[in-house]
């Protein structure tokens, strides 16, 4: 059963369109040598019969942003992930987790001892590009 209709199938070639109400970016590096993984952490709003969910992509693999905008008036953000699913984020919505999914991060990187942080999209786009450029080649 879906919840709070967070999940879009679509014919573009994604597995699957997620719509989050929040989001914060997860850098993974447990050996801190190894090149890090970046993910998407979600959140949705609940309502009456169902209440908050999160979930967490497979890895991102790229990103850009879309050209239209959300109803409020914010561009979103849309994160692929190494599965094939693609998470369309609202650019205001970065950092703005709800009560329980906080709790849940919060729990992930207590556990993750260190290995997990959450970081800025800003500080991700340069991390990011900079670990995806062909090394020896240069412009």
């Given at each position: ?5 967070q ?6 070639g ?5 719509y989050?109400d929040?989001w914060?970016?997860?850098k ?8 890090p993984?970046y993910?998407v952490?979600?959140?949705?709003h609940g309502g009456y019969l ?6 967490v992509n ?5 990103f ?7 109803f ?7 994160f692929k ?24 991060l ?11 942080e ?7 786009k340069k991390?990011?590009k ?10």
């Open positions: 059963m879906k919840n709070n209709n999940e879009y199938s679509t014919n573009k994604a597995l699957s369109m997620y989050p929040s914060v970016i997860l993974i590096n447990p050996d801190k040598s190894d090149k993984l993910k952490f979600v959140g949705f169902y209440g908050d969910s999160w979930r497979s890895g991102i693999t790229s850009g942003t879309s050209s239209t905008f959300d409020e008036g914010s561009e979103r953000i849309i992930g190494a599965s094939g699913s693609e998470y369309c984020c609202p650019t205001n919505a970065e950092n703005r987790l709800g009560m329980y999914c906080n709790s849940v919060s729990q992930f990187i207590k556990e993750a001892e260190g290995a997990i959450v970081i800025s999209f800003e500080d991700f991390e990011f900079s670990e995806n450029e062909p090394k020896g080649e240069h412009k």
